[in-house]
C-alpha cells in the first residue's frame, strides 16, 4: 500500500480532484446512461437485459446512503477514480521504479479527457477499472506461488468482473497467453483450479439465473449490439479511431501504442502482461469497429493501462513534449468542469455540450401539467434515450410514463400492459422528433404544448407535447 508520507504529493492531488467532482456532481443533470442506471436501483434485480447487475447494486447502495439524486448517482464513479487512480500510480511504480514517472502517468490519465468523465458518471466500464490493476496482480500471484489463496483471489475478481460487464470475458484470453508464455502449464491442471472457478460462478450466478428465466435475452442483446452486421465497414473503423483520439486526448493517443510496444518487448512481467490485456483488449473492440462503430469508452480499459504507461517511456525521451500534452489535457479538463458547474460559455443553438443533461426537471414538470386524470391520462416518450431521463426526473409525480416504440429492451421488462385505451402526452425533442400519427395508433391527435430549454438566450432544445387519444398501439 502507498504511505501518505512517501506519496503526499500525489496523495493531495487526488484528494483535491475528488472533492471538485463531489462538489460538482450535484449541479449537472444526469446523463442517458446514468439516468438508465439509477433505474436500475430503482427496480432492483438479479440481472438486467442490457447488463449484469452491479452497476445497478452499487447504484443502490448510494442511493440508500445520500438519496437517489445526481450527487448520489456520481458518488461511487468519483470513489472509483480516487481508487483507481492510485492503482495506476502503484502500477507505474512498480514497472518502473520512479515515483516522478509515476507521478506524470498519473498526470496524464487526468489529462485524457474521458477519464475527467468516466470518473464522474458511474457506468459498467467505471466498475472493471477498479478492478483490472488488481487483477494483472493477482494473476502474477497465482504464476508465482500456484496457491489456493491466490487462486481464490483470482477467481472473486474475475467474477466481480463479469458481475460488471459480459466483456469482462475477454480477461480470460491474456490470462491463458500469459501462463503459456511462461511455460507454466501445470497451471491449467492444477486442482486449485476448480475452487477458483466455483467461486467465480457462484458471483455471476445471478447473471445465469436472471437469463434463464428470460430466454437468455442479455446475451443475444449484446452479441447484437458489439457486432451490429454481417458486412464490414472501413468507414465505421475510422470514425471509431477517430472518437477515441479527440475522447482521450488526441496527443496523448499515440503515447498509449507506444507504450504496448514498449510493454511487450519488456522483460518486466507486470508490463508484459498488460501488454497482453492490452493487445487483447484493444483488437477486440477494433474487430468490432469493422462492423458497428464502437464507442469511445468502450476501448476505456486499454486506454487506462496505456496512457500512462505509455506517457512514463515518453517521458524519458521527451520531456518537453509530455509536460505540454499533460497541460494541454488537463486545462480542457478544468474548462470543461467549470462550464459544467457554472455554464458560463455561449454556445450555438441546438448545439450545447448540455444538450443530454440540461432542462428534463422542466420538461417533466410542463409535461405533467397536461396530466389531469393519471387513471386515464399518461406520459409517453418514442426513445430509449429519453425514457431514461424522463422516468427518473418523473419520480416525484403521480403519473405513469411509458417508451412507445417497438425495440426489445429493458423498459419492456419495467412496464405494465395497461397502456392501450389511455391517452398518452407524447413528449418529443429536437433530435427526436415524431408526430405521433407518423407511429401510433390514437383516436385523435394534438399538439398541446411547445416551449424551449435555454440557457443564457440560447437555445438547448426545444420541447414539442402531443395529446394522442384513446392509444391503441404502435404501427
Given at each position: 500500500?502507498?504511505?501518505?508520507?512517501?506519496?503526499?504529493?500525489?496523495?493531495?492531488?487526488?484528494?483535491?480532484?475528488?472533492?471538485?467532482?463531489?462538489?460538482?456532481?450535484?449541479?449537472?443533470?444526469?446523463?442517458?446512461?446514468?439516468?438508465?442506471?439509477?433505474?436500475?436501483?430503482?427496480?432492483?434485480?438479479?440481472?438486467?437485459?442490457?447488463?449484469?447487475?452491479?452497476?445497478?447494486?452499487?447504484?443502490?447502495?448510494?442511493?440508500?446512503?445520500?438519496?437517489?439524486?445526481?450527487?448520489?448517482?456520481?458518488?461511487?464513479?468519483?470513489?472509483?477514480?480516487?481508487?483507481?487512480?492510485?492503482?495506476?500510480?502503484?502500477?507505474?511504480?512498480?514497472?518502473?521504479?520512479n515515483k516522478t514517472l509515476a507521478l506524470v502517468a498519473l498526470?496524464?490519465?487526468?489529462?485524457?479527457?474521458?477519464?475527467?468523465?468516466?470518473?464522474?458518471?458511474?457506468?459498467?466500464?467505471?466498475?472493471?477499472?477498479?478492478?483490472?490493476?488488481?487483477?494483472?496482480?493477482?494473476?502474477?500471484?497465482?504464476?508465482?506461488?500456484?496457491?489456493?489463496?491466490?487462486?481464490?483471489?483470482?477467481?472473486?475478481?474475475?467474477?466481480?468482473?463479469?458481475?460488471?460487464?459480459?466483456?469482462?470475458?475477454?480477461?480470460?484470453?491474456?490470462?491463458?497467453?500469459?501462463?503459456?508464455?511462461?511455460?507454466?502449464?501445470?497451471?491449467?491442471?492444477?486442482?486449485?483450479?476448480?475452487?477458483?472457478?466455483?467461486?467465480?460462478?457462484?458471483?455471476?450466478?445471478?447473471?445465469?439465473?436472471?437469463?434463464?428465466?428470460?430466454?437468455?435475452?442479455?446475451?443475444?442483446?449484446?452479441?447484437?449490439?458489439?457486432?451490429?452486421?454481417?458486412?464490414?465497414?472501413?468507414?465505421?473503423?475510422?470514425?471509431?479511431?477517430?472518437?477515441?483520439?479527440?475522447?482521450?486526448?488526441?496527443?496523448?493517443?499515440?503515447?498509449?501504442?507506444?507504450?504496448?510496444?514498449?510493454?511487450?518487448?519488456?522483460?518486466?512481467?507486470?508490463?508484459?502482461?498488460?501488454?497482453?490485456?492490452?493487445?487483447?483488449?484493444?483488437?477486440?473492440?477494433?474487430?468490432a469497429s469493422l462492423y458497428k462503430t464502437a464507442l469511445p469508452?468502450?476501448?476505456?480499459?486499454?486506454?487506462?493501462?496505456?496512457?500512462?504507461?505509455?506517457?512514463?517511456?515518453?517521458?524519458?525521451?521527451?520531456?518537453?513534449?509530455?509536460?505540454?500534452?499533460?497541460?494541454?489535457?488537463?486545462?480542457?479538463?478544468?474548462?470543461?468542469?467549470?462550464?459544467?458547474?457554472?455554464?458560463?460559455?455561449?454556445?450555438?443553438?441546438?448545439?450545447?455540450?448540455?444538450?443530454?443533461?440540461?432542462?428534463?426537471?422542466?420538461?417533466?414538470?410542463?409535461?405533467?401539467?397536461?396530466?389531469?386524470?393519471?387513471?386515464?391520462?399518461?406520459?409517453?416518450?418514442?426513445?430509449?434515450?429519453?425514457?431514461?431521463?424522463?422516468?427518473?426526473?418523473?419520480?416525484?409525480?403521480?403519473?405513469?410514463?411509458?417508451?412507445?416504440?417497438?425495440?426489445?429492451?429493458?423498459?419492456?421488462?419495467?412496464?405494465?400492459?395497461?397502456?392501450?385505451?389511455?391517452?398518452?402526452?407524447?413528449?418529443?425533442?429536437?433530435?427526436?422528433?415524431?408526430?405521433?400519427?407518423?407511429?401510433?395508433?390514437?383516436?385523435?391527435?394534438?399538439?398541446?404544448?411547445?416551449?424551449?430549454?435555454?440557457?443564457?438566450?440560447?437555445?438547448?432544445?426545444?420541447?414539442?407535447?402531443?395529446?394522442?387519444?384513446?392509444?391503441?398501439?404502435?404501427?
Open positions: 500500500m502507498l504511505s501518505l508520507k512517501q506519496h503526499q504529493l500525489i496523495l493531495y492531488f487526488l484528494a483535491f480532484v475528488a472533492t471538485l467532482r463531489l462538489l460538482l456532481a450535484p449541479h449537472v443533470g444526469l446523463g442517458v446512461d446514468e439516468a438508465h442506471y439509477i433505474l436500475y436501483a430503482l427496480h432492483l434485480d438479479l440481472s438486467y437485459f442490457d447488463h449484469p447487475p452491479l452497476v445497478g447494486w452499487v447504484e443502490y447502495l448510494s442511493g440508500k446512503l445520500f438519496g437517489y439524486s445526481e450527487f448520489s448517482a456520481r458518488f461511487p464513479a468519483i470513489i472509483i477514480g480516487f481508487i483507481t487512480s492510485l492503482f495506476v500510480y502503484k502500477l507505474v511504480l512498480d514497472s518502473f521504479k498526470l496524464a490519465l487526468h489529462a485524457s479527457f474521458l477519464f475527467n468523465a468516466l470518473f464522474l458518471m458511474l457506468m459498467p466500464d467505471t466498475l472493471l477499472f477498479v478492478l483490472i490493476i488488481p487483477l494483472l496482480y493477482s494473476v502474477l500471484k497465482v504464476e508465482r506461488e500456484n496457491s489456493l489463496r491466490a487462486w481464490l483471489e483470482l477467481g472473486v475478481i474475475l467474477g466481480l468482473a463479469g458481475l460488471s460487464k459480459y466483456t469482462a470475458v475477454l480477461f480470460i484470453p491474456p490470462i491463458v497467453l500469459y501462463i503459456l508464455f511462461k511455460k507454466r502449464y501445470e497451471l491449467f491442471v492444477s486442482l486449485k483450479i476448480v475452487p477458483a472457478v466455483l467461486v467465480a460462478l457462484l458471483i455471476i450466478s445471478p447473471v445465469i439465473i436472471w437469463n434463464i428465466q428470460h430466454d437468455w435475452i442479455s446475451f443475444t442483446y449484446q452479441s447484437e449490439h458489439v457486432v451490429g452486421e454481417s458486412h464490414i465497414h472501413l468507414s465505421r473503423l475510422a470514425r471509431s479511431l477517430g472518437a477515441q483520439f479527440g475522447a482521450y486526448n488526441p496527443l496523448l493517443v499515440p503515447l498509449a501504442f507506444y507504450g504496448l510496444y514498449k510493454a511487450l518487448k519488456s522483460n518486466n512481467d507486470l508490463l508484459f502482461l498488460s501488454a497482453l490485456f492490452g493487445v487483447v483488449l484493444f483488437s477486440f473492440f477494433t474487430y469508452h468502450w476501448s476505456a480499459l486499454f486506454y487506462l493501462l496505456f496512457i500512462p504507461i505509455g506517457s512514463a517511456y515518453t517521458y524519458e525521451k521527451s520531456k518537453k513534449y509530455i509536460k505540454f500534452a499533460i497541460s494541454f489535457g488537463l486545462i480542457v479538463g478544468i474548462l470543461a468542469y467549470a462550464e459544467l458547474g457554472f455554464k458560463f460559455i455561449p454556445q450555438p443553438d441546438y448545439k450545447s455540450v448540455h444538450l443530454d443533461i440540461y432542462g428534463w426537471d422542466q420538461i417533466m414538470q410542463r409535461a405533467n401539467k397536461q396530466i389531469k386524470d393519471p387513471q386515464k391520462e399518461v406520459l409517453g416518450v418514442s426513445n430509449w434515450t429519453l425514457a431514461s431521463r424522463a422516468l427518473f426526473y418523473n419520480r416525484s409525480y403521480n403519473s405513469k410514463l411509458y417508451l412507445v416504440d417497438k425495440r426489445e429492451d429493458q423498459f419492456d421488462l419495467w412496464e405494465d400492459n395497461n397502456l392501450k385505451g389511455k391517452d398518452l402526452i407524447l413528449i418529443t425533442t429536437k433530435r427526436f422528433h415524431k408526430q405521433p400519427q407518423e407511429f401510433m395508433k390514437c383516436t385523435t391527435t394534438q399538439q398541446v404544448d411547445s416551449f424551449d430549454i435555454k440557457l443564457h438566450n440560447h437555445i438547448v432544445n426545444s420541447i414539442k407535447l402531443f395529446k394522442c387519444s384513446n392509444f391503441q398501439g404502435v404501427l
